[in-house]
């Protein structure tokens, strides 16, 4: 029998959702009856969820894709020459140089869709383990400073310099620390967390156990969204892998420091992705937001010092210590530094994962990569930063994709999660949903959050039913009054909420309103300035 030829078919949620266990299953019981040698393995998906599930061959010149391939199709494909990387309609040629994965710059993805997720072996074999070695014979300081001297800010939306997080939790003295990672990725339109703990989960361990050496914490936990079981399965079992190799546990690799890691189930509630709400939910309370002072790093987990960061900023740390900061900040701008994992949702042709450096724009990403619309139709609005993002108009599609360019006119860069709309979005029913959405999910401790988007969804309903409430008849200037409380009722939100909850809430309300008044009744000449 001649050399099992090996082939990829991802075990990723989003491929799975698409049926690629029974792909899986097909191509092994067909290479078997055929009696052709075959080497499966289920790798992480390469993001490119629109060929999912996406079968790749290795070949003596690279990997060779195909997609997106169905059980039906794969006598199909061997018959073509599948194993030997052959022309086909469902060929995509060299997996590297389709476009929207060349056009890439990957450093937390570089080892997305190459790697069995839970081999060790893979894993070191492409600088997995690099990042830690070299911790592990720097002091704990020059760590920290590595860190901080990447330019590295939390990739969870807060965009706080991740060194100075850990030098704080460094510089207060405990017998005990802790390390959590926020891995409750609860926003429209996101999944690069999802993505990280799937198909590459020890870049992740690997990261957390970085962070730990650096501040001096001995206990780590994830906290993943309950909606994660994939993720939850995956993390468990690598976690037990790199116990039993010794990267973690009471003597990583020999240098009598320790570190213990476990995952923890979320309980389900979007505000506890808010760092303190979180930490309430992970000591086994109600998940509600907790007033600060005291900061999560100073008194965080059961009263102590606590690095929390999320699933890509903890990601990104292996490559900052492995390559040095310098590398790092060789990409980026401003004080954006490094790239950003972007993911490409809603009415678009092409979703998926884009890592690219800061500085790209909303316009690239949307046509050069996304390809327009999935239904054909003009793109209409785009949120940016998840359900509490806001509606960016086509002005600022060109505007650097990095944080302080999109500061300055009001906009969220946040988890990098982008949903496209086409023209025949309403944007008044879009904005009463982030109320409603608010009004579901508050935690009810501060009432700026709690009633403001109760009575905003109230508000947005008058406006769009021309009615207001002592008034018998409706008046021209109906709308324009509910508007005028609307925003008056946005300002008290934004300036009196505890936490980003209730403070983001007006973001896509208030834009969708200065973009899009017609959608509201309003007449276009009130249209504000973009």
């Known amino acids: 029998m001649s050399a099992a030829i090996t082939v990829h078919v991802p075990r990723d949620s989003a491929a799975l959702a698409v049926g690629a266990d029974a792909v899986a299953a097909t191509l092994q019981a067909e290479c078997a009856r055929r009696g052709l040698a075959l080497n499966l393995v289920r790798n992480g998906s390469r993001g490119l969820f629109w060929l999912e599930p996406l079968v790749e061959v290795s070949t003596a010149s690279g990997r060779v894709a195909y997609g997106p391939v169905t059980p039906e199709d794969v006598p199909g494909l061997l018959d073509a020459g599948l194993l030997q990387g052959a022309p086909h309609a469902l060929g995509h040629g060299p997996t590297e140089q389709i476009p929207f994965l060349a056009r890439q710059e990957r450093l937390c993805f570089a080892r997305m869709g190459l790697t069995d997720p839970l081999s060790l072996a893979d894993y070191e074999a492409h600088e997995g383990w690099a990042g830690l070695r070299r911790a592990l014979a720097m002091d704990d300081a020059a760590v920290v400073d590595e860190v901080l001297q990447s330019g590295l800010r939390g990739r969870g939306g807060a965009a706080f310099p991740t060194g100075i997080k850990w030098k704080t939790v460094m510089n207060t003295p405990s017998a005990q620390k802790y390390i959590v990672c926020n891995a409750d990725e609860g926003d429209s339109g996101t999944y690069s967390d999802r993505m990280a703990m799937e198909g590459d989960p020890y870049m992740l361990i690997e990261g957390m156990t970085i962070a ?28 037990a892998r790199a116990e039993a190799a010794g990267f973690l546990g009471g003597d990583m690799l020999g240098s009598g420091r320790a570190f213990h890691l476990q ?268």
């Not at 309950?226 to 976690?239: K, T």
């Not at 009810?444 to 009633?451: E, L, V």
């Not at 925003?487 to 309103?513: E, F, I, K, N, W």
């Open 263 to 530: 995952v923890r189930k979320a309980a389900g509630a979007y505000v506890c992705g808010e760092e303190t709400a979180l930490l309430e939910s992970l000591e086994g309370k109600r998940g509600i937001v907790r007033a600060k002072p005291p900061l999560p790093a100073i008194e965080g987990l059961f009263g102590q010092p606590t690095v929390i960061n999320n699933v890509i900023t903890f990601a990104s740390v292996p490559l900052i210590l492995a390559r040095g900061a310098a590398h790092y900040r060789e990409y980026g701008v401003g004080r954006s530094m490094g790239t950003l994992p972007i993911q490409l949702a809603g009415n678009v042709k092409h979703g998926g994962l884009v890592e690219k450096a800061f500085g790209v724009t909303l316009r690239e990403l949307l046509y050069d990569f996304g390809g327009g619309t999935a239904s054909g139709r003009p793109i209409k609005a785009v949120q940016v930063g998840g359900p509490l993002g806001t509606y960016v108009p086509e002005s600022k599609w060109d505007v650097p994709f990095d944080y302080e360019a999109y500061a300055a006119f009001g906009g969220v860069v946040g988890h990098g999660g982008i949903v496209v709309h086409d023209d025949t979005a309403d944007m008044a029913k879009l904005a009463r949903y982030a109320m409603e959405f608010c009004a579901i999910e508050s935690c009810g401790k501060c009432t700026p959050c709690r009633i403001g988007s109760t009575r905003g969804v109230e508000v947005i309903d008058r406006i769009t039913a021309n009615v207001n409430r002592p008034a018998q008849v409706k008046l021209p200037n109906d709308r324009l009054q509910q508007v005028a409380l609307l925003r008056d009722l946005c300002d008290t939100m934004l300036a009196g909420s505890l936490c980003a909850m209730g403070g983001m809430t007006p973001y896509p309300v208030l834009s969708a309103l200065d973009h899009y008044p017609e959608d509201f009744g309003l007449a276009a000449p009130d249209r504000q300035a973009a």
């Open 212 to 239: 730990a050496l650096a501040v001096g914490a001995t206990r780590g936990y994830l906290y993943v969204r309950s909606e994660y079981p994939h993720a939850i399965a995956m993390l468990n079992d690598a976690i």
